[in-house]
C-alpha cells in the first residue's frame, strides 16, 4: 500500500506565512471554529481564514479577553471553552449544534505545555486531559454539526518525539515529568487526527495533526526565564536567539494549510510540518522534523480512541 506519509511539494515551507498560504483561496462562506483562536498562533490563525473570507467562531477559556485580543478583526464571534473542564466543553458543542449552522473547518489549536503536575477531571494529568481529551470530547460533540466535506486539523508538535503513548501509566500516577506528559499529550492529538480521519472519511471529513514550529508564544507562559535562556531559546532581554524558532504568521501557515490545501483533497490521517506532509523520523533522540511511527500508528490511533471514549463516556462512532 502507497505510504501517503511523504511530502507533496508544496511550494510552501518554513519561511511561509498563514497569509501566503491562503493567498488565491477564497474562503467566503465558510465556517471555521479555532480554539484558543484570540492568542498567540490561534490568532494568526483567526486573522488569515478572515482575511481569505471565512467566518470564525473563537472558542476562549475568557471570552472577554479574547473579544480584547480580536478588536478589530472582522467576522469573528466568541464563545467560552474550558477544554480542561468536560462540562464546559458539552456546552460549548451543545450551543454550536443548537445554532443549526455547520463547521467547514475545525483547528484544535488551545494547548497547554509543560505545566507543574495539576489533575483535572477523574485525576487525569492535565496535559493529556486539556489538549487532548479536551479536544476529543470537543469534535465528537460537534460532530453532528461537522459539514461534509469539511477537515479537522489537530495541532500536534515536535514535542511528541519526547514520548509515546504510555499506556502502562498514561495519567502518571507513578511520578509526574512535565515534558514527558507534554510529548505524551502530543503523540495523542496526533494519534487523534489519525482514528477521526478513519472514522469520519466516510462522511467526507478528513482530519490531519500538524507541527506548527518552534514559536515564543504565552504557551510557554508556565517556564521560567531561567529556564527559556539555558534551553537557547531566548537572551537574557527575552528575545528570541534560537534560528529553529518562527515567527507567529509562520507559525500559523500549517494549520492553514492543512485546512485548505487543494494537494490535501482525498487525503487524511497524515502528520504535517513547514506546509508539507511530514517524513517518517524514528532516530534515537528527538529531532526538530518529522514524524514518530508511533504517532501514526493505526492500531495505537484506535486503542487511545477507546482508551478517550471510555474516559470522557463521549464517542460520536459508537
Not at 484570540?38 to 472577554?64: C, D, F, I, Q
Not at 473579544?67 to 474550558?82: H, I, P, S, T
Not at 487526527?193 to 507562559?221: C, E, N
Amino acid at each position: 500500500m502507497h505510504d501517503q506519509q511523504t511530502p507533496l511539494n508544496s511550494g510552501f515551507g518554513f519561511h511561509s506565512t498563514a497569509a501566503e498560504v491562503l493567498a488565491g483561496i477564497d474562503l467566503s462562506g465558510k465556517l471555521a471554529i479555532v480554539t484558543g483562536g484570540h492568542s498567540g498562533l490561534g490568532l494568526e490563525t483567526t486573522k488569515a481564514l478572515t482575511g481569505a473570507g471565512a467566518r470564525v467562531l473563537v472558542l476562549a477559556r475568557n471570552p472577554e479577553a479574547a473579544r480584547k485580543a480580536l478588536d478589530g478583526v472582522q467576522n469573528v464571534e466568541v464563545d467560552q471553552l474550558d477544554l480542561a473542564d468536560q462540562s464546559s466543553v458539552r456546552a460549548c458543542a451543545e450551543r454550536f449544534v443548537a445554532s443549526g449552522r455547520k463547521a467547514d473547518i475545525v483547528i484544535c489549536n488551545a494547548a497547554v505545555m509543560a505545566n507543574p503536575e495539576t489533575r483535572i477531571g477523574d485525576g487525569w494529568e492535565s496535559q493529556f486531559g486539556t489538549n487532548h481529551l479536551g479536544h476529543y470530547a470537543l469534535v465528537n460533540l460537534l460532530w453532528p454539526a461537522i459539514a461534509s466535506g469539511a477537515r479537522v486539523v489537530s495541532l500536534s508538535s515536535r514535542g511528541h518525539h519526547f514520548s509515546p503513548m504510555r499506556w502502562d501509566d498514561v495519567q502518571f500516577n507513578a511520578g509526574y515529568d512535565k515534558w514527558l506528559a507534554y510529548g505524551q499529550s502530543k503523540t495523542a492529538i496526533a494519534l487523534f487526527a489519525k482514528q477521526l480521519d478513519a472514522l469520519g472519511r466516510t462522511k467526507g471529513v478528513r482530519a490531519f495533526s500538524v507541527h506548527p514550529g518552534s514559536i515564543y508564544t504565552p504557551l510557554q507562559r508556565h517556564m521560567s526565564m531561567e529556564e527559556l535562556t539555558s534551553l537557547g531559546w531566548l537572551d537574557d532581554k527575552g528575545e528570541v536567539i534560537d534560528p529553529n524558532f518562527k515567527t507567529p504568521p509562520q507559525g500559523a501557515a500549517t494549520s492553514v494549510w492543512a485546512a485548505t490545501s487543494p494537494l490535501l483533497d482525498g487525503k487524511g490521517g497524515l502528520y504535517c510540518e513547514n506546509c508539507d506532509v511530514a517524513v517518517h523520523d524514528n532516530s534515537a533522540e528527538p529531532t526538530e522534523t518529522g514524524v514518530r511511527d508511533y504517532a501514526i500508528d493505526p492500531a495505537q490511533a484506535e486503542r487511545l480512541w477507546k482508551l478517550s471514549a471510555e474516559l470522557t463516556g463521549i464517542d460520536a462512532f459508537a
